[in-house]
């Protein structure tokens, strides 16, 4: 098992939303499906963080 954190930052880098914080996961493939309602159209960056290992990467949102 690994804990597991998921979070959404703004292109400043400020934090604007935690789809997952801390949680215990098995290991396996995961499907996460996120609702952008709150956010505007533009660049953000989400950060997956598992025990040792982190990866953020780039999304751009378009309404």
Do not use: Q, W
């Not at 499906?33 to 960056?45: C, E, H, W």
């Amino acid at each position: 098992s690994s804990i597991v954190s998921i979070k959404i930052y703004d292109i400043a880098g400020r934090e604007v939303d935690i789809i997952a914080n801390n949680m215990m996961i098995s290991p396996g493939s995961y499907t996460v499906v996120y609702s952008a309602d709150r956010l505007s159209s533009g660049i953000y960056f989400y950060r997956i963080t598992a025990n040792e290992y982190t990866e953020t990467k780039k999304m751009v949102l378009t309404k």
